[in-house]
Nanobody, 128 residues
Framework: VQLQASGGGLVQAGGSLRLSCAAS????????VGWFRQAPGKEREFVAAISRTGDSSSYYADSVKGRFAISRDNAKNTVYLQMSSLKSEDTAVYSC?????????????????????WGQGTLVTVSS
């Protein structure tokens, strides 16, 4: 599966953005999908993840819980990350990733190594 992330940009603190992760090539509903981010000089970190269609499980990093929401539209082969109440510390390159892992994904959704397919990143800059 090929992934294309988009929707990044410059936003003021307190504002909102919606990122999109569009997939092509395979049946996207069979894939678990995660969002990760990497700020300058920092390690990549988990942001949010959503299970493949069927059980609708979603997970969030503590730092974004209550502010970000992940969702998917399988008819459009797209996963979204709605980001609200943005803070300067949310500034990073955001990347989406996908995997067809089975039940072990439910123990490792926060690990980048659990995902075998990655899209290019989209830059989010939050100005204070």
């Amino acid at each position: 599966v090929q992934l294309q992330a988009s929707g990044g940009g410059l936003v003021q603190a307190g504002g909102s953005l919606r990122l999109s992760c569009a997939a092509s090539g395979r049946t996207f509903s069979n894939y678990h999908v995660g969002w990760f981010r990497q700020a300058p000089g920092k390690e990549r970190e988990f942001v949010a993840a959503i299970s493949r269609t069927g059980d609708s499980s979603s997970y969030y990093a503590d730092s974004v819980k209550g502010r970000f929401a992940i969702s998917r539209d399988n008819a459009k082969n797209t996963v979204y990350l709605q980001m609200s109440s943005l803070k300067s510390e949310d500034t990073a390159v955001y990347s989406c990733a996908a995997t067809t892992y089975g039940t072990r994904w439910y123990l490792s959704w926060y690990l980048s190594s659990s995902y075998g397919y990655w899209g290019q990143g989209t830059l989010v800059t939050v100005s204070s």
